[in-house]
C-alpha cells in the first residue's frame, strides 16, 4: 500500500509569488491534514478536509488556502509569499473524518524556500 | 495557539542507555501521541494513548498519559543507533479536533 505523497519535494520561490502543493494521500484514507513545521514554531496545523470540506483551519492568515478534490487528493496554495513562508509542509491522511478518531499518516513533505 | 511544552529539546546518550523524554500542558488533554520524525521525512506514529493514566509499550518504547491529563511522557530502552531522530509528542485538547504538536525532542545516540 502506497504511502502519502507529496510532491514536490523542494521548491524554491521568491517573494510575491504564490505556490501550489500537491498531496495524494493513502488509497482508501478520505481526510487530508496540511502542517507547517519551522524550527522556531515546530508543527503548526493550517487545515483539515473530509470528503471536499474543510472540516478544520488553523490560525494562518488567509494567504493559505486549500482544497481536496473528490478523488481525496488535496492541494494547498500560498499566495503572495513571504520570507517566513520557507518551511517543510507536510501533508497527513486519516481514514476518519477527523484525525481525532484515526492516526495520521504523514507524507515526506514538501520543503519550500522563499528568497 | 496552544503549545505543548516538551523536555528536554535534545539529548545525547550512549548506545544501551534509557532515555526518557516528557510533554506537558496548561489544560487538559484527551488523547496523547507520540510520533518520531527521521530527517528528511515524515513523522511516524510511536504510541497513542487515549485514556487518563494508561500505560502503553511498543517493543522498547513505553509511554503514559498522564493522571491529570496535562501531562505524557516516553521512554525509550536499551537505546541502539537507529533510534536517532526528533521525538514530538502531539495531543487534542479537550473539546477540539485540532492536533496539537510539542517543539519536538532530538535524540543522538552514540554507538
Known amino acids: 500500500k502506497a504511502g502519502v505523497t507529496q510532491t514536490p519535494r523542494y521548491l524554491i520561490k521568491t517573494r510575491g509569488q504564490q505556490v501550489t502543493l500537491s498531496c495524494s494521500p493513502i488509497?482508501?484514507?478520505?481526510?487530508v491534514s496540511w502542517y507547517q513545521q519551522t524550527p522556531g514554531q515546530g508543527l503548526q496545523f493550517l487545515f483539515e478536509?473530509?470528503?471536499?470540506?474543510?472540516?478544520n483551519k488553523g490560525n494562518f492568515p488567509g494567504r493559505f488556502s486549500g482544497r481536496q478534490f473528490s478523488n481525496s487528493r488535496s492541494e494547498m496554495n500560498v499566495s503572495t509569499l513571504e520570507l517566513g513562508d520557507s518551511a517543510l509542509y507536510l501533508c497527513a491522511s486519516s481514514s476518519a473524518p477527523s484525525s481525532y478518531n484515526s492516526p495520521l499518516h504523514f507524507g515526506n513533505g514538501t520543503r519550500l524556500t522563499v528568497t | 495557539g496552544q503549545q505543548l511544552n516538551q523536555s528536554p529539546q535534545s539529548m545525547f546518550i550512549q548506545e544501551g542507555e534509557d532515555v526518557s523524554m516528557n510533554c506537558t500542558s496548561s489544560?487538559?488533554?484527551?488523547?496523547w501521541l507520540w510520533y518520531k520524525q527521521d530527517p528528511g521525512e515524515g513523522p511516524v506514529l510511536l504510541i497513542a494513548l487515549y485514556k487518563a493514566g494508561e500505560l502503553t509499550s511498543n517493543g522498547r518504547l513505553t509511554a503514559q498519559f498522564g493522571i491529570t491529563r496535562k501531562d505524557s511522557f516516553l521512554n525509550i530502552s536499551a537505546s541502539i543507533p537507529s533510534d536517532v531522530g526528533i521525538y514530538f509528542c502531539a495531543g487534542f485538547q479537550g473539546g477540539s479536533e485540532k492536533l496539537v504538536f510539542g517543539k519536538g525532542m532530538k535524540l543522538t545516540v552514540n554507538p
Open positions: 478536509y473530509f470528503s471536499e470540506t474543510q472540516r
Open positions: 488509497s482508501g484514507h478520505r481526510s
Open positions: 489544560s487538559i488533554f484527551n488523547t
